[in-house]
């Protein structure tokens, strides 16, 4: 435990929070903020320049105990200071302030929490469906208590007028892709407007890991957003090792990232290959599936599975990596991706479909909370491998590849700035050394002091998955099972841009472009 | 885009033989389970039916009952019991009858019960 940094800027927000200082200079400060005063911590907080709002959530709220107060959480991500920031206001009663009046990115985790635990903003502002189907009846299982009323359908207010029709697409759709209502309000050509229904995918992950050890619900949160194996389940893992107090030993750290990064190369080669698809190049969608299958392949080859479920473990990592057929086959892997970009890159008739395609500005990513490849493209450097730089990120830092336009070219550039440098970080990984391992979780009760209101075991973990930020916060029991997780994929943070984005001037036939370019989740978005 | 063809063409043929030749790549993939009778107690089949998250797995009487259809090869019935469950090798799971691809496994291990 060391004094808490002056020259920082954490100082200065705690002390718009009303504390004075903190106990633990940890990269995650958690502190309590009076309901009465949410409202103004948070308009403290959004005006603070390098504080973003990374989640919202809600934990308590049990219906079997009569007057369990839902206890409201945020996250911040505080960039330049290199830390988390957590408030905990303890909600008694079924409103708090609409926070998503003063920061937007909150939209979403209002509509959620509405869902989940029947408490909302004040006002009347519409609230969306996001994970709950709409035939669900009270005993549905939910986290806390149902909402007094059903929330409305997205954009139930929702008129059509003049020359505009509503042209009704999905969820179930062609090529195996997701199930994903679109209803897409075109004039004939342009995209006049989009509105989009998740709900379809739910599973109630959060729920089902409720009274589960950190292990067994591991496996289940891997399954959460399968394009994003690695990527939740080290945020998840880092939070239960938060929340216990144990650190796992270096080379497993450095296991996980080689996961990682090889998770990143081959969602950023599934991506090119859907952008060929969606702009009918079919040979250059071939040549990006030939990659992607070797990429798959190398996958397998390396850890034992395509998608690399089962490598990361509560306290470290379940396998290592086959360092041999990494070296052997990566750069080859990896060359076919390369060559077939730098191909797509010459390709006019590919670039004039992406250029000023889908652009979604720089304001609207910071307003919105964007993450990853989407905001960077936008020209915000926002990477929690360089911004928060867990093991082994610290000692092998990434180049932080930024785009400017924030248009689905600029994106395609930076997932193939990304996927050169995630090749560099695996062979500097590899050099280093890496294998499995795990530090022992200790058995019952650890004594951990948090500030008033929280649980005593409770932590914060985070990854910089493919999609951009992955985030998870989890609450152990005395008998170490989980007694709250919240999962925050980055696809939750990106959603919300896609619409957007759509609108921005587009024609009906480049909302596929724009969704390639998103390479986002409806799983990981209704979970 | 004269010139994707003819990269598509020089690219050639790129898929593998299977199933005329064996793919190299099988080996590194999970298959589903295959159990050694003589490992197995109920006490152990009820075990392995809790942890199946797909409930391929279920028992009847001294019989454990596999549903190859329904398994997603998983691993996770081979991490609890090792000694009773290994991988199949097998990954080429077909059948003209659904009800040929449910399996029963007579349980012969000496148990308490």
């Given at each position: 435990m060391t004094a808490l940094r002056q020259d920082a800027g954490l100082p200065g927000l705690l002390s718009l929070l009303g504390h004075d200082a903190v106990a633990d200079d940890g990269p995650v400060v958690t502190v309590a903020v009076a309901a009465t005063d949410t409202e103004a911590a948070v308009r403290?907080?959004?005006?603070?320049?390098?504080?973003?709002?990374?989640?919202?959530?809600?934990?308590?709220?049990?219906?079997?105990?009569?007057?369990?107060?839902?206890?409201?959480?945020?996250?911040?991500?505080?960039?330049?200071?290199?830390?988390?920031?957590?408030?905990?206001?303890?909600?008694?009663?079924?409103?708090?302030?609409?926070?998503?009046?003063?920061?937007?990115?909150?939209?979403?985790?209002?509509?959620?929490?509405?869902?989940?635990?029947?408490?909302?903003?004040?006002?009347?502002?519409?609230?969306?469906?996001?994970?709950?189907?709409?035939?669900?009846?009270?005993?549905?299982?939910?986290?806390?208590?149902?909402?007094?009323?059903?929330?409305?359908?997205?954009?139930?207010?929702?008129?059509?007028?003049?020359?505009?029709?509503?042209?009704?697409?999905?969820?179930?759709?062609?090529?195996?892709?997701?199930?994903?209502?679109?209803?897409?309000?075109?004039?004939?050509?342009?995209?006049?407007?989009?509105?989009?229904?998740?709900?379809?995918?739910?599973r109630g992950v959060e729920w089902r890991l409720r009274g589960r050890t950190p292990r067994e619900a591991l496996f289940q949160v891997e399954r959460t957003e399968g394009l994003g194996a690695v990527g939740v389940g080290w945020a998840f893992a880092a939070a239960t090792e938060a929340a216990a107090g144990v650190e796992p030993p270096a080379r497993a750290m450095r296991t996980r990232a080689i996961a990682?990064?090889?998770?990143?190369?081959?969602?950023?080669?599934?991506?090119?290959?859907?952008?060929?698809?969606?702009?009918?190049?079919?040979?250059?969608?071939?040549?990006?599936?030939?990659?992607?299958?070797?990429?798959?392949?190398?996958?397998?080859?390396?850890?034992?599975?395509?998608?690399?479920?089962?490598?990361?473990?509560?306290?470290?990592?379940?396998?290592?990596?086959?360092?041999?057929?990494?070296?052997?086959?990566?750069?080859?892997?990896?060359?076919?991706?390369?060559?077939?970009?730098?191909?797509?890159?010459?390709?006019?008739?590919?670039?004039?479909?992406?250029?000023?395609?889908?652009?979604?500005?720089?304001?609207?990513?910071?307003?919105?909370?964007?993450?990853?490849?989407?905001?960077?493209?936008?020209?915000?450097?926002?990477?929690?491998?360089?911004?928060?730089?867990a093991a082994p990120y610290a000692e092998h830092p990434p180049a932080v590849a930024t785009g400017q336009g924030g248009d689905v070219l600029a994106r395609f550039r930076v997932m193939q700035a990304e996927a050169a440098e995630s090749v560099r970080l695996i062979g500097d990984l590899l050099e280093a050394g890496a294998g499995p391992g795990c530090a022992d979780l200790p058995e019952g009760t650890i004594s951990r002091t948090g500030p008033p209101g929280s649980p005593d075991r409770s932590g914060l973990g985070w990854a910089e998955s493919s999609r951009g930020e992955a985030l998870a916060w989890v609450s152990l029991d005395e008998g170490g099972r989980i007694a709250r997780a919240r999962l925050r994929p980055a696809s939750v943070r990106n959603w919300r841009g896609f619409d957007d984005a759509c609108r921005s001037q587009n024609v009906f036939t480049d909302v596929p472009i724009i969704e390639a370019s998103f390479w986002l989740t409806v799983a990981g978005m209704s979970r | 885009m004269p010139l994707w063809f003819v990269r598509g063409l020089r690219?050639?043929?790129?898929?593998?033989?299977?199933?005329?030749?064996?793919?190299?790549?099988?080996?590194?993939?999970?298959?589903?389970?295959?159990?050694?009778?003589?490992?197995?107690?109920?006490?152990?089949?009820?075990?392995?039916?809790?942890?199946?998250?797909?409930?391929?797995?279920?028992?009847?009487?001294?019989?454990?009952?596999?549903?190859?259809?329904?398994?997603?090869?998983?691993?996770?019935?081979?991490?609890?019991?090792?000694?009773?469950?290994?991988?199949?090798?097998?990954?080429?799971?077909?059948?003209?009858?659904r009800g040929h691809l449910v399996k029963r496994i007579p349980l012969l291990g000496e148990g308490d019960s």
């Open positions: 403290r907080l959004a005006a603070a320049p390098g504080a973003r709002l990374a989640d919202l959530f809600a934990s308590g709220g049990n219906p079997a105990i009569d007057g369990d107060p839902v206890v409201l959480r945020m996250v911040w991500g505080l960039d330049s200071d290199r830390r988390y920031l957590v408030t905990e206001s303890v909600i008694e009663g079924e409103r708090y302030p609409a926070l998503s009046d003063i920061v937007p990115a909150a939209f979403t985790e209002e509509c959620e929490i509405y869902e989940q635990f029947g408490i909302r903003p004040a006002g009347d502002k519409p609230l969306n469906r996001v994970a709950l189907p709409p035939q669900v009846d009270p005993g549905f299982p939910r986290l806390g208590r149902p909402p007094a009323e059903q929330p409305a359908d997205v954009h139930a207010a929702h008129f059509v007028g003049g020359q505009a029709f509503e042209f009704p697409f999905g969820p179930v759709r062609g090529v195996g892709v997701e199930s994903l209502y679109y209803g897409l309000v075109t004039s004939g050509e342009e995209l006049v407007d989009l509105y989009l229904f998740t709900w379809h995918k739910h990682l990064e090889l998770e990143r190369l081959y969602n950023h080669a599934a991506a090119t290959a859907a952008l060929c698809q969606s702009t009918g190049l079919a040979v250059g969608q071939a040549a990006a599936e030939i990659a992607l299958e070797r990429l798959l392949r190398l996958n397998a080859a390396a850890f034992g599975h395509r998608y690399l479920f089962g490598v990361v473990d509560i306290g470290g990592a379940r396998c290592g990596p086959d360092a041999a057929a990494l070296r052997r086959e990566l750069p080859g892997a990896y060359g076919e991706l390369r060559r077939a970009a730098d191909a797509l890159l010459g390709t006019n008739s590919f670039l004039d479909r992406l250029e000023a395609t889908g652009i979604l500005t720089q304001e609207a990513a910071q307003r919105l909370g964007m993450v990853g490849p989407v905001a960077r493209a936008t020209g915000l450097r926002v990477d929690a491998r360089a911004d928060h730089p | 690219r050639g043929v790129v898929t593998t033989r299977y199933p005329a030749r064996p793919d190299s790549s099988a080996a590194a993939l999970p298959t589903p389970p295959a159990f050694r009778p003589q490992a197995l107690t109920r006490e152990l089949a009820d075990r392995l039916c809790l942890v199946c998250p797909s409930r391929a797995l279920t028992r009847s009487g001294d019989v454990l009952v596999f549903d190859a259809g329904a398994c997603t090869a998983c691993g996770r019935c081979q991490e609890a019991a090792p000694e009773a469950v290994t991988p199949s090798g097998e990954f080429e799971l077909a059948a003209t009858d």
